[in-house]
């Protein structure tokens, strides 16, 4: 069999199975072991089974997952969306689609300490889209809305996707996190716009003009003078050297619990549940660690990623012509798998290839500028049909909406999506400037 031959039957294995409803972890082991060994045999694949998943998971790095997790459930569980919600909307309340523009807000604070993007889109919708129906907002408008906005919760530092980014390509934490402060802002502002404008464009969309309760008041800033602290202090030690981006998120995740201790919602069985969601979600990410990993190394004995980066090498093709066909290929890609097991199937056959081609910048500032247009285009799969998860996970909480109502409410969204990508693909300094105070 070609080694061409053999890749396509290791993707048609993994994809299969996945129509089959099998987990992608399983799908890419299985596939992963089905091209290891007709490849080698089944005694090599023993050897590397036996020691990949230590090798694998002794990364201290890797604890940066389940920490920033476990903050984010903490987040959840402590009523910390409630506070967000009252005061975003006290700012943002009283202009027309306030409220869609306040529940993007509350977002983009909410993802500033989880580092998910279904759990930011779940919680924030918990608690904005009763107020959203109750002011006279349509099903489509909320849901697409609230969809969106989840999306920042990978978007705005923690991610756990660009975590995982950067321990595929060993790159520092702490330089993609700041490379993606001002992308994520661009997204957040880039959405409120794309409110603005559709709510003028379409009528009945939402209320000409918003009658809301919440007034800035001294409580509802101290409602989220909190978070403001929590962000402030795990970033700002990290960037002021004081602590690791591990060290940082433990302590980040051991002040979102005392601030939910203060604030009195967080009770022994909430604790609980926070820990088991921690563990649940860190053992899904690191068994998709082991199946990529597994899947990886069989496509590498193939050498065709190696064999495909020497061909896109040799073509003389423009750069960012490049880096463009890979961020539609991720745009297909988004439509059957999720944004973690892209980024490790992915990563190790695209970087190379990019880290190779000149754009005229440092290797280092190539790779943390790839690393945010990989985060920039998996959240874009995050929204577009036909999977789109954020959509479902919104669209399953709102049980009077169609989800083809849903699926209508985002496109806005990814008009401004597609706006913002062009605009960090043509000019990388949005991304970078922050970059070069990190030490």
């Known amino acids: 069999m070609s080694p061409l031959a053999l890749t396509l039957m290791i993707f048609a294995i993994m994809l299969v199975l996945m129509a ?162 001002v992308p994520g802002l661009i997204a957040m502002l880039g959405y409120m716009i794309a409110i603005a404008l559709y709510v003028r464009l379409v009528p009945g969309q939402a209320p000409e003009h918003d009658v809301v309760q919440e007034k800035l008041t001294v409580r509802s800033l101290a409602g989220v003078l909190p978070i403001a602290l929590i962000f402030l ?86 750069p960012l012509l490049v880096v463009s066909a890979i961020m539609l290929f991720y745009v297909v890609l988004g439509a059957v798998m999720d944004e973690l097991s892209m980024i490790l199937l992915t990563i190790p056959i695209f970087f190379p290839m990019v880290i190779g081609l000149d754009f005229g910048m440092p290797r280092e500032s190539v790779a943390i500028w790839f690393g945010i247009m990989v985060l920039m285009t998996v959240g874009f799969g995050l929204l577009a049909p036909p999977v789109g998860l954020n959509v479902y996970v919104v669209n399953g909480m709102a049980k009077d909406v169609p989800i083809s109502e849903s699926y209508r409410g985002v496109l806005p969204f990814l008009a401004s999506d597609v706006i913002r990508t062009l605009l960090l693909l043509f000019f990388p300094a949005i991304s970078l400037w922050l970059v070069k105070y990190i030490g």
């Open 20 to 181: 089959l409803r099998t987990p992608i972890a399983i799908s890419m082991f299985v596939a992963g072991c089905v091209g290891y060994v007709t490849q080698t045999g089944w005694l090599p694949l023993a050897n590397f089974l036996n020691t990949q998943a230590f090798a694998r998971f002794a990364s201290y790095d890797l604890s940066v997952i389940p920490l920033f997790i476990l903050m984010g459930h903490f987040a959840t569980q402590g009523g910390i969306s409630k506070a967000l919600f009252g005061f975003a909307s006290a700012v943002m309340g009283r202009l027309r689609g306030g409220l869609a523009m306040a529940s993007v807000l509350a977002s983009a604070a909410f993802g500033a300490i989880c580092g998910s993007s279904v759990a930011t889109a779940a919680t924030v919708t918990s608690v904005a889209l009763p107020e959203m129906k109750r002011h006279g907002y349509s099903g489509r408008l909320a849901t697409g809305t609230l969809a969106a906005g989840g999306t920042l919760g990978i978007l705005i530092p923690p991610s756990v996707p660009l975590v995982i980014y950067a321990i595929l390509t060993e790159q520092n934490i702490a330089k993609l996190f700041a490379a993606a402060m």
């Open 233 to 318: 202090l795990v970033f700002g030690g990290i960037y002021g050297g004081i602590f690791t981006p591990t060290e940082g998120a433990a302590i980040g995740a051991a002040a979102t619990f005392v601030a939910a201790l203060l604030k009195r919602e967080l009770t022994l069985p909430k604790i609980k549940q926070c820990f088991y969601a921690t563990a649940e979600g860190s053992a899904m990410i690191f068994m998709i660690f082991i199946g990529a990993d597994l899947m990886n190394a069989a496509l590498a004995l193939t050498q065709v990623p190696n064999q495909l980066a020497a061909l896109v090498s040799g073509w003389g093709l423009s």
